[in-house]
């Protein structure tokens, strides 16, 4: 069984900093990852595009994040970060990892909470 696990969330001061971070395991001959990404959903709103990467370095973020925060990936370890400074309340929200395999399938995290307090 494939599965992705998120960890690092948590309660920060605005003006903070969190790493998130999301490992895939299980058979990659069963679901072979290709972009990886994550999303967030604040109460009340839609699940958004946070940021993704590329089975290569191809990264793309939202505009409310650019400057702010980095997505990267470990191959060798199955897992990809997201590095997230000057933490706003707006970036309050369940962070949930992605992954979207080359056939087009996709896989989601059972998300971490990330409270920014002001």
């Known amino acids: 069984q494939v599965q992705l696990a998120e960890s690092g969330g948590g309660l920060v001061q605005a003006g903070g900093s969190l790493r998130l971070s999301c490992v895939f395991s299980?058979?990659?001959?069963?679901?072979?990852?290709?972009?990886m990404g994550w999303y967030r959903q604040a109460p009340g709103k839609q699940r958004e595009l946070v940021a993704s990467?590329?089975?290569?370095?191809?990264?793309n973020y939202a505009e409310s994040v650019k400057g702010r925060f980095t997505i990267s990936r470990d191959n060798a370890k199955n897992t990809v970060y997201l590095q997230m400074n000057s933490l706003k309340p707006e970036d309050t929200a369940v962070y949930y990892c992605?992954?979207?395999?080359?056939?087009?399938?996709?896989?989601w995290g059972q998300g971490t909470l990330v409270t920014v307090s002001s």
């Open positions: 990467i590329s089975s290569g370095t191809s990264t």
């Open positions: 299980g058979s990659i001959f069963s679901f072979s990852v290709n972009a």
């Open positions: 992605n992954a979207k395999s080359i056939l087009g399938s996709e896989l």
